[in-house]
């Protein structure tokens, strides 16, 4: 007798996400609904409004998110227009998204991903001492000291014992799926806090180019507007940029002495986890990085692969590539909004329609978007897969280096066929994680050496046409594919719709009725305890969901929510 499983909500992501599971006899997920459940309506509120402030409203789609929709949305005017930036602009965007993907990236693994791997509780049970020693046999991190882990012991154990557990509340402590020794929890619960730290510096990256984050403020239609001196202090100075260079060193080391290293140490105790979460596999990824005015040459690759055979890819090589432009499509049918039919995001439309959640018919706010009419997974598995389609071997040498260390850790070897899984999707996020500390680091020297040149060109002009005009921008996320399309007439927005990662994974059965990547990575998942679906969640974390981008609010009355009064 099967039996439904309900978590609403999802916590440790951004968004409100509601997961149903039907779980058979044998205790296996055989069925599985992903709803997310807020009403997305940012799109009705940049109808109307001028072009060049999309990219400002957009980045209230999301409180984390923000860097990543002010530059989908700017590439979208600009394709639309034909219009390139200068060299620098592109170097300074480059910067601030690569600097947000780390930033990213080590969030996600430690605050919100690790707790599902890693027992708190046990932790208590460790000897700092050992701890320490497995670390350092690890690698060089300053942190895993003996002083360092004794103190994160004391202050666990003091916490535990106030009864106040804080962030480290509410967790699957003591289930039968954890299991992780006790050193290397308390070696997980040091990097947890360590990161902290370490997440700030990345941000701080952000900030400096973006005057703040989240919400940056320098970027605009035609460039940034960042003003470049070697000798002004109120502008983007060679000590600033100095600033930044301390920044990325530090987040280096940890990113390759510690992320790296725990990940192969989950991965090197959970080999299983290879094999789970698998779901769906066309893969899909856009080049970013560009490093021409008009983005016709990228780090990165992009690309579609089908069913997860390397030799269905086809690339995607271009700002405005039309191969993407034409193979996008959403379907409504099972999203709460009218349904006309799969629609390109051109003549896409976001009018509610709210039915209740029903299993077989409207159960979701987020759309279903396809690629050539299929669902696609879209994340850094996607990227990693476009690598070694590529055979990109600034990429492949930190796959390799990872799975190495899985094999030196738990003498575990895991084939490519393993990174179509949960701790797949993990392993992938560490490698792009390694990958765009080494493209900060290289945009930094590329927009040194070219202001050396004598350039400091930051921003071109845009100038509007009367008529109709489109275009759309795309970026490779942390959590995958970004796009945004605009329909522009006499310089006033037409229509905008916005295309995101979490719309890609978290997508609700399609108008083919096809599972999206959430609902097919979760089939055939056991489940230890059905009462405890600790299992669901590492699956649903390895995607890092962020649904405040795939769905969101709005109040058509205009009724007054919250008044802010200065003192």
């Known amino acids: 007798m099967s039996k439904r499983i309900t978590i609403d909500p999802i916590t440790r992501i951004e968004g409100h996400l509601r997961i149903d599971c039907e779980v058979g006899d044998d205790n296996k997920v055989s069925a599985a609904w992903a709803s997310g459940t807020m009403w997305r309506g940012v799109e009705q509120i940049l109808l109307g409004r001028d072009p060049r402030d999309a ?24 394709n639309a227009l034909d219009l390139g930036v200068p060299k620098n602009a592109q170097y300074i965007r480059n910067l601030m998204i690569a600097a947000h993907a780390v930033h990213d990236e080590i969030v996600h693994f430690y605050h919100l991903s690790a707790l599902d791997w890693v027992d708190v509780t046990s932790a208590l049970k460790a000897d700092p001492a050992k701890a ?34 804080g962030i480290f509340a509410n967790g699957y402590w003591g289930h039968p799926a954890m299991k992780l020794p006790p050193e290397v929890n308390l070696l997980a619960v040091a990097h947890y806090l360590q990161a902290l730290d370490i997440q700030r510096k990345a941000n701080k990256i952000v900030a400096i180019l973006g005057s703040k984050t989240p919400h940056i403020q320098n970027v605009a239609v035609g460039g940034v507007s960042n003003a470049i001196s070697l000798n002004s202090q109120s502008v983007l100075s060679v000590e600033r940029l100095l600033a930044i260079k301390e920044y990325i060193d530090a987040v280096k080391d940890f990113v390759q002495n510690v992320y790296l290293v725990d990940v192969a140490a989950v991965a090197a105790f959970y080999p299983e986890w290879t094999t789970i979460g698998k779901g769906v596999t066309n893969y899909l990824a856009c080049p970013d990085f560009p490093l021409d005015e008009k983005g016709t040459k990228f780090v990165t690759n992009g690309g579609y692969i089908a069913g997860g055979k390397l030799e269905t890819f086809k690339p995607i ?3 405005g590539d039309e191969y993407f432009r034409d193979a996008v499509a959403e379907s409504a049918k099972h999203s709460w909004y009218q349904d006309k039919g799969p629609l390109h995001p051109y003549k896409g439309e976001t009018n509610a329609e709210y039915t209740d959640f029903q299993d077989k018919a409207k159960y979701s706010w987020v759309k279903s978007p396809t690629f050539n009419g ?13 690598a070694v389609a590529t055979k990109d071997e600034e990429t492949l040498k930190h796959l390799t280096k990872l799975l190495g260390l899985i094999d030196a850790v738990g003498k575990v070897k895991v084939p490519l066929e393993g990174l179509h899984s949960t701790l797949g999707r993990h392993a992938a996020r560490a490698v792009m994680c390694q990958r765009n500390v080494e493209i900060l680091e290289q945009q930094w020297k590329l927009l040194l050496d070219n202001i050396a040149t004598g350039d400091v060109s930051t921003f071109a002009k845009p100038e509007f046409p009367k008529g109709e005009i489109s275009g759309f921008g795309f970026h490779e ?21 916005a295309v995101v990662p979490t719309t890609w994974n978290a997508a609700p059965r399609n108008d083919k009725d096809q599972p999206g990547p959430y609902e097919a990575s979760l089939l055939d998942t056991p489940l230890a305890d059905p009462e405890r679906p600790l299992e669901v969640l590492r699956t649903i974390h390895s995607f890092d969901p962020c649904l405040a981008c795939a769905v969101h609010l709005t109040d058509v009355t205009k009724r007054p929510i919250v008044k802010v009064r200065a003192l």
């Open 132 to 165: 320490s020693q497995l670390g350092e046999s690890l690698s060089s991190w300053n942190g895993n000291g003996k002083v360092e882990l004794a103190g994160v012991h004391a202050k666990l154990k003091t916490l535990v014992e106030s009864g106040q557990l």
């Open 317 to 319: 090589v271009k700002f």
């Open 374 to 386: 299929e669902p696609a997974q879209v994340g850094p598995l996607a990227r990693v897969m476009m």
């Open 477 to 497: 996320a942390p959590r995958g594919l970004l796009s945004h399309w605009i329909v522009i007439e006499n310089g006033i927005i037409k229509n905008y719709q």
């Open 55 to 78: 990219w400002a409203i957009t980045q209230r789609f999301c409180g984390v998110c923000t860097t990543v929709h002010a530059i989908a949305s700017v590439r979208a005017v600009e």
